[in-house]
């Protein structure tokens, strides 16, 4: 696994005080990585400190808290590692997720961190003097709570989010089809709801928002809840019908047979709906969710103003995509990981300048079709009332219609034009040694 962070070399050194470096870090875990989290304090001896947990089929799996070295190999030779692990506990299954406590003016006390598996577990990190390798001290993680809908048994939960605005709040979706919110501190579930029709695979809370919430699910779609009112919820978006190609289709050996639709073989459609795995809301501007779905290799993004339909196509992996995640600190810049051994980052600002630009000239023209409308309709309404001259109205009567058909034209054309997603390809790519199954941007990149 690796891990780019700039470096800060003395003590007191702080991230104003120097620009970041372009650095490739390492960490050689010995078990398959499967979630992974940066911690969100700022202070330095947590700053470059991660927690990572393994995917083992076995009965005991690992949760791990990484840092980076202070004597990192500042040549970055590729076989030698910069983290050491600080502290370990094991869990029976392995996690879907991690998070560290959302840090309020770069500092949390207590320090949590949270997973979910089996239930949501949090663990209180303690750091100590104790010495550990590479020459950082040890961390000691104490389970503080283990929470669960039921004490016989709960559904596996699937996903969570850390409420940024209330960090008491904690919401978690699982294969139940159910959402749950957490409140931390009783340790007691604040509310459980229905959120979609089968499994729901991820839920986020919408930037800057305590009450408002969007998860994905097997149905796939994206809905909205709103804790305020939760006898509603809006549907912002549904992905597209999966296609099976037919046994009998003559064309199946052809290449192109298999391209489009989101990287599912195009082909006839079926009445399946391709499950939506994962999504990402955009941490600056929170009407932007980027979601991917079951075995496809494009991002789509969508915008929550204009539901229905993605606005943007994210178009470059070669194999199935697992991860996603939007920048800290940019509202355009998003990042992608998946089965190609890739790690792809987007920028999307001249797509949605673009169509920014398309919607402006579509409104436009709806004003232009509907003002000539009205002018064909006024100049048949004065010839019918003999205010017109009866030289006229036939050639004015005939120029507005015309103008008016036409124009109804070019609007028609430039709504359409805005409800296709704008295809937008990496702006960086890194390859990686084996499929990527998570990825995380820091804090402060």
Same mark, same amino acid.
């Given at each position: 696994?690796? @891990?780019?962070?700039?470096?800060? *070399?003395?003590?007191?050194?702080t991230?104003?005080?120097?620009? /970041?470096?372009?650095?490739?870090?390492?960490?050689?875990?010995?078990?398959p990585?499967?979630?992974?989290? &940066?911690?969100?304090?700022?202070? $330095?001896?947590?700053?470059?400190?991660?927690?990572?947990?393994s995917?083992l089929e076995?009965?005991?799996?690992?949760v791990?808290?990484?840092?980076l070295s202070?004597?990192?190999?500042? !040549?970055?030779?590729?076989?030698?590692?910069?983290?050491?692990?600080?502290?370990?506990?094991?869990?029976?299954?392995?996690l879907?997720?991690?998070?560290?406590h959302?840090?309020?003016?770069?500092? +949390?006390?207590?320090?949590?961190?949270?997973?979910?598996? #089996?239930?949501?577990?949090?663990?209180?990190?303690?750091?100590t003097?104790?010495?550990?390798?590479?020459?950082l001290?040890k961390?000691?993680?104490?389970?503080?709570?283990?929470?669960?809908t039921? =004490?016989?048994y709960?559904?596996?939960?699937t996903?969570?989010?850390?409420?940024?605005?209330?960090?008491?709040l904690?919401?978690?979706?699982?294969i139940?089809?159910t959402?749950?919110v957490?409140?931390?501190?009783?340790?007691?579930?604040?509310?459980?709801?229905?959120?979609?029709?089968?499994?729901?695979? #991820?839920?986020?809370f919408v930037?800057?928002?305590q009450d408002?919430?969007v998860?994905?699910g097997?149905?796939?779609?994206? $809905?909205?809840?709103?804790?305020r009112?939760?006898?509603? !919820?809006?549907?912002?978006?549904?992905?597209?019908?999966?296609v099976?190609?037919? @046994?009998?289709?003559p064309n199946?050996?052809?290449?192109?047979?298999?391209?489009?639709?989101g990287?599912?073989?195009?082909?006839?459609?079926?009445?399946?709906? !391709?499950?939506?795995?994962?999504?990402?809301?955009?941490?600056?501007?929170?009407?932007?969710?980027?979601?991917?779905?079951l075995d496809s290799?494009?991002?789509?993004?969508?915008?929550?103003?204009?539901?229905?339909?993605?606005?943007?196509q994210?178009?470059?992996?070669?194999? /199935?995509?697992?991860?996603?995640?939007?920048? *800290?600190?940019?509202?355009s810049q998003l990042?992608s990981?998946?089965?190609?051994s890739?790690?792809?980052? &987007?920028?999307?600002?001249?797509?949605?300048?673009? $169509?920014?630009?398309?919607?402006?000239? =579509?409104?436009?023209?709806?004003?232009?079709?509907?003002?000539?409308?009205?002018?064909t309709?006024?100049?048949r309404?004065?010839y019918?009332?003999?205010?017109?001259?009866?030289?006229?109205?036939?050639?004015?009567?005939?120029a507005?219609?015309?103008s008016?058909?036409?124009?109804v034209?070019?609007?028609? +054309?430039?709504?359409?034009?805005?409800?296709?997603?704008?295809n937008?390809?990496?702006?960086?790519?890194?390859?990686?040694?084996?499929?990527?199954?998570?990825?995380?941007?820091?804090?402060?990149?």
């Open positions: 696994m690796s @891990s780019g962070s700039p470096f800060y *070399p003395g003590p007191g050194v991230p104003d005080a120097l620009s /970041p470096r372009k650095e490739i870090c390492n960490y050689f875990s010995a078990y990585v499967y979630s992974l989290a &940066w911690s969100r304090r700022e202070d $330095r001896n947590s700053m470059f400190r991660m927690a990572l947990s995917f076995e009965p005991t799996n690992k791990q808290i990484a840092q202070p004597h990192h190999d500042p !040549s970055h030779t590729p076989e030698r590692p910069d983290f050491g692990v600080v502290g370990e506990v094991n869990v029976d299954y392995p879907t997720k991690l998070l560290w959302p840090a309020t003016n770069g500092y +949390a006390q207590p320090d949590l961190l949270a997973g979910t598996g #089996d239930s949501l577990r949090l663990w209180e990190c303690e750091q003097s104790e010495p550990a390798e590479m020459g001290c961390t000691n993680m104490h389970l503080r709570a283990k929470m669960t039921r =004490a016989d709960s559904e596996p939960i996903s969570f989010d850390w409420n940024q605005v209330d960090p008491r904690v919401i978690t979706s699982s139940d089809t959402c749950t957490w409140d931390i501190e009783t340790q007691q579930a604040k509310t459980q709801l229905i959120a979609h029709d089968r499994e729901v695979f #991820d839920v986020s930037a800057n928002s408002v919430f998860s994905a097997a149905d796939g779609s994206i $809905r909205m809840f709103d804790l009112s939760l006898e509603h !919820s809006t549907i912002l978006y549904e992905a597209p019908a999966a099976a190609p037919s @046994s009998s289709d199946l050996g052809d290449a192109s047979y298999f391209m489009g639709n990287g599912v073989p195009a082909a006839r459609l079926s009445s399946l709906v !391709s499950p939506l795995l994962r999504l990402s809301c955009n941490a600056i501007d929170p009407n932007y969710i980027a979601t991917f779905a290799h494009i991002v789509s993004v969508i915008d929550i103003r204009n539901p229905g339909t993605a606005v943007v994210l178009v470059g992996h070669q194999a /199935p995509i697992h991860a996603i995640s939007w920048s *800290p600190t940019s509202s990042c990981a998946g089965a190609d890739r790690v792809l980052v &987007w920028d999307i600002q001249q797509a949605l300048t673009t $169509r920014q630009h398309q919607q402006r000239q =579509a409104l436009a023209a709806a004003a232009q079709a509907k003002q000539l409308s009205k002018l309709a006024a100049g309404g004065d019918e009332d003999g205010r017109q001259s009866p030289k006229s109205p036939v050639s004015a009567s005939g507005h219609t015309s008016a058909i036409q124009a034209a070019q609007a028609a +054309a430039a709504q359409a034009l805005t409800q296709q997603p704008t937008v390809a990496p702006s960086l790519t890194y390859a990686a040694r084996l499929p990527v199954n998570s990825l995380a941007w820091h804090q402060n990149s």
